[in-house]
């Protein structure tokens, strides 16, 4: 049976670690009309560019979901035809 030692339930306690299951969490349930909430803990390098790096992906993932209902919106208007 496997026990969690200290270090781990530190980890899981981590400020940063909780912000970024709350900012994981936000971006799964739906996108963001509001900007992502701002991490104030302490903070380093590392979360830095974890930071930094999921703010471009979540860039990217809000661009490809617009891209996809443009497309799909496009692709409905060519195949019914304009709404009268």
């Not at 992502?36 to 991490?39: E, S, T, V």
């Not at 471009?56 to 809000?62: I, K, P």
């Given at each position: 049976m496997?026990?969690?030692t200290d270090s781990q339930r530190q980890g899981?306690?981590?400020p940063f670690l909780s912000h970024l299951i709350a900012l994981l969490s936000a971006y799964e349930l739906c996108p963001m009309s509001t900007p992502?909430?701002?991490?104030d803990g302490p903070g380093d390098w590392q979360t830095d560019t974890i930071l930094r790096s999921l703010g471009?992906?979540?860039?990217?993932?809000?661009t490809a979901?617009?891209?996809l209902?443009?497309?799909k919106?496009?692709?409905c208007w060519?195949?019914?035809g304009p709404e009268t």
């Open positions: 496997s026990t969690m899981l306690s981590h992502p909430p701002r991490y471009a992906v979540a860039r990217r993932m809000y979901e617009e891209t209902a443009s497309i919106a496009s692709e060519q195949s019914n």
